[in-house]
């Protein structure tokens, strides 16, 4: 089977599972995992900010960012595609109490006039703005890198209004290979960061919030309170160092497949895609004609091709450190002969 349905499908690597077993640890809940220390120094200085915290999932990480941010009747100003609005179960209304505020961007990127222009006037009637989001690659419109002078044109915005800046950072590591910019320059606007180890780096669990002391700590009673407190956890964050030390390196390659794959697929007659628009590591098509999604993912399926639907037309492929060059050109060879 070649699996292209998501970057977190990745098993761990030989070298990450001798770093599992050799990891120091301790019982992190009393704060005394060494090697959770390690990694929560690590990237926290890596994104220019004073401390982390290594949570289970990009999804727990995203909603303590906005617990600490917000109270409840506040109103959460995002791209109507981003995950916070679409993948995390309504979890901001119900764990924080706050309302979205869903801008619909140029391809997953938000246009800071329209950002300006949608934030209430500050009337008691209405709900209070207090955070902006911001998706860091945009998963839903295909992986795409926001541009630094947006990202920074939009902190300029929450600034002056005093409202706090997070960052979902799933896919940071994919801008960042991408664009040549470093991970503390994308952060430093921003006052709280979440990036994922189980995408792209390839680590089974985890993700790492980001932000001052005082943000962190309540961060972590929120961890807490939402179950997240973990024991010698240290045995996963070993992996996550792993990852982050030795695998980052490796995200250009999956670059270049989905390149290759989107060059691929775009000379499929039953395909429609921009081959210029992909920038990382994720390729979304369109399926022309009479059929749709489900029912081509069911014919790639049972010819060994995985890959996600996206809407009733359109297909998501993700590639990942799992597929070689060699598998991309076997699914394209398979997918040309499908339809
Ligand atoms: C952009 C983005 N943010 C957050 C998440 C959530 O991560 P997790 O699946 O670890 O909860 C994902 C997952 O795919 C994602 O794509």
């Known amino acids: 089977m070649i699996d292209l349905r998501s970057d977190t499908v990745t098993r761990p690597s030989a070298g990450m599972k001798q770093a599992m077993i050799e ?13 959770v220390l390690e990694l929560q ?19 727990m990480s995203n ?9 409840p009747g506040d109103e959460v100003v995002l791209e109507a595609g ?8 309504g979890a901001a209304g119900a764990l924080s109490g706050v309302q979205l505020l869903a801008i619909k961007g140029e391809n997953g990127i938000l246009e800071p006039v329209e950002v300006e222009r949608a934030i209430r006037s500050g009337y008691y009637w209405e709900p209070n703005p207090s955070l902006i989001c911001i998706e860091n690659t ?9 541009p630094l002078d947006v990202i920074l044109d939009i902190g300029q ?4 209004r005093d409202f706090s800046y997070h960052l979902d950072g799933a896919r940071l590591w994919n801008a960042c290979a991408a664009s040549g910019i470093s991970e503390a320059e994308y952060a430093a606007p921003f006052d709280s960061i979440s990036v994922c180890l189980s995408k792209g780096l390839g680590a089974p669990i985890g993700s ?25 956890v240290g045995i996963i964050a070993a992996a996550g160092l792993f990852a982050l030390r030795n695998q980052k390196k490796d995200l250009d390659n999956d670059h270049r497949n989905a390149r290759r794959l989107a060059d691929g697929l775009a000379a499929i007659e039953s395909f429609s895609l921009d081959p210029a628009s992909v920038e990382t590591n994720i390729v979304m098509f369109d399926v022309r004609g009479g059929y749709d999604a489900l029912g081509v993912l069911k014919v790639m399926k ?8 996206f809407g009733p037309k359109t297909i998501r492929a993700t590639t990942h450190r799992d597929v070689d060059e060699a598998s991309i050109d076997e699914a394209i060879q398979i997918l040309s002969g499908l339809l």
């Not at 990891?23 to 090697?35: H, M, Q």
């Not at 909603?63 to 109270?71: D, E, F, I, K, S």
């Not at 981003?82 to 179960?89: K, L, Y």
């Open 41 to 59: 120094d690590e990237i926290a200085a890596l994104l220019g900010k004073e401390a982390g915290l290594f949570v289970p999932s990009g999804v």
């Open 208 to 232: 790492v919030l980001v932000g001052s002391k005082t943000f962190i700590e309540r961060a972590h009673r929120f961890r807490k309170m939402y179950g997240g407190g973990m024991r010698q």
């Open 138 to 146: 945009h998963n839903q419109a295909g992986g795409v890198v926001y």
């Open 63 to 71: 909603q303590l960012a906005l617990r600490v941010h917000t109270n």
């Open 302 to 309: 049972t010819n060994g091709v995985l890959m996600v639907p």
């Open 157 to 160: 915005i929450a600034r002056n």
């Open 82 to 89: 981003c995950h916070i609005a679409n993948h995390e179960t």
């Open 23 to 35: 990891a120091a640890l301790g019982d992190d809940v009393f704060g005394e995992d060494p090697t």
